[in-house]
């Protein structure tokens, strides 16, 4: 009797895809096979250390997937911030270390640190997008996430127009680190999307003002 109420349910509230919004085939969960083959990923060996050149000095820096105005990407990324697939944002997190797994550029990290949310968006979210991304990194890489070494102390508004020097205005000083886990450590800084740079730029140098001994970047997405 369930497993006809759950049909039925399934027939009329089908789960569907965040990528496209058709409903998953059988076997399918969290995105369905036909998105998962049209990601538009970066390849594993292309950086996107240029988003920091001549503005802080970092060991690595990788995106997975580009951005493109309304393409597949924003639709995940609306659906991890916004809509709460936590089970989504693990996933492609994971996925993300495995796109790498020819590569050995995290070989040496101790740490993984997702970017903070203020505490007055955390609290009306309910959670932290770059958290749930670390926990799927970190899982694949068998290290562990530290989501209290680093606070955002102040709110910054959206970098969007802002002129560079506007840009490093609006997150100066949002940043600040507790106590002394990070010093000596390789710090893999995580983030959902990647604009300007400025906001993880302001971090990194929050966390090297601490002791750390190098920094490397992870962001989901991109903006081409």
Not at 35 to 58: K, Q, T, V
Not at 146 to 151: E, G, Q
Not at 194 to 203: F, Q
Request: proline residues 3%; charged residues 25%; contains cysteine.
């Amino acid at each position: 009797m369930k497993k006809i109420l759950y049909d039925f349910v399934d027939l009329v509230f089908p789960n569907c895809c965040p990528g496209c919004n058709q409903p998953f085939v059988s076997g399918e969960e969290l995105l369905c096979s036909s998105c998962e083959l049209d990601l538009p990923l970066f390849s594993p060996d292309e950086d996107i250390l240029e988003y920091f050149a001549g503005r802080i000095d970092l060991t690595d820096a990788r995106a997975f997937l580009k951005f493109y105005n309304q393409g597949i990407t924003q639709k995940l990324l609306h659906a991890i911030k916004y809509k709460g697939d936590r089970a989504l944002g693990e996933y492609l997190g994971a996925m993300f270390i495995h796109h790498l797994k020819s590569n050995s550029v995290y070989d040496h990290i101790d740490v993984l640190l997702p970017v903070p949310l203020h505490h007055s968006k955390l609290k009306a979210r309910g959670y932290n997008q770059s958290e749930i991304l670390a926990k799927g990194m970190a899982d694949a890489l068998r290290l562990t996430v530290d989501s209290t070494s680093i606070l955002r102390v102040k709110k910054s508004q959206t970098q969007t127009k802002k002129s560079r020097a506007e840009r490093w205005q609006n997150v100066s000083g949002i940043f600040e680190v507790k106590g002394d886990l990070l010093k000596g450590k390789h710090v893999l800084l995580v983030d959902d999307v990647i604009t300007t740079g400025a906001t993880l730029e302001a971090c990194a140098e929050a966390i090297m003002d601490t002791g750390a001994a190098s920094i490397s970047v992870a962001v989901l997405a991109a903006a081409m």
